[in-house]
């Protein structure tokens, strides 16, 4: 068994879909609606569009899916200059850049309030 694909429950895919394409530069591969797989091998998913619906529906909380509960993660190579567009684009900043051991990060948050974390290059 591999991991294949991490796939993120939204309350809204539209708006979902243009904050990971505007805001987070990532680009389609599928676009299927309901759910939408970018290059990177991240997907978003509509929540309640889920199969069986039904079933699903009963399961899942309405509204905004982030729970603070998981930490998507994505690399850039200029963490500064990555910092500051996203500070130009109206984005909710969790906290600004701090020195791990390893690297340097910032999160912020995404339209259902899933945190992301954007790295720097690790330190060798």
Known sequence: MRHADTIVLV????VSKEFY??????EILYDWE??????ERFSIHQAN?????AEINKLLP????????????FET?????????ILQKNVKVIHGIIELPWQ??????????????IGGPHYL
């Open 34 to 39: 309901n759910m939408v797989i970018f290059k």
């Open 77 to 85: 190579e200029d963490i500064e200059e990555e910092y500051n567009k």
């Open 11 to 14: 309350e809204d895919i539209n």
């Open 49 to 53: 569009k889920l199969k069986p619906e």
């Open 21 to 26: 394409i505007n805001v987070m530069g990532l």
């Open 62 to 73: 309405t509204g905004k899916q982030g729970r603070n509960n998981i930490d998507i993660y």
């Open 104 to 117: 340097k990060i910032f999160r912020i948050y995404d339209p259902d309030n899933h945190i992301i974390e």
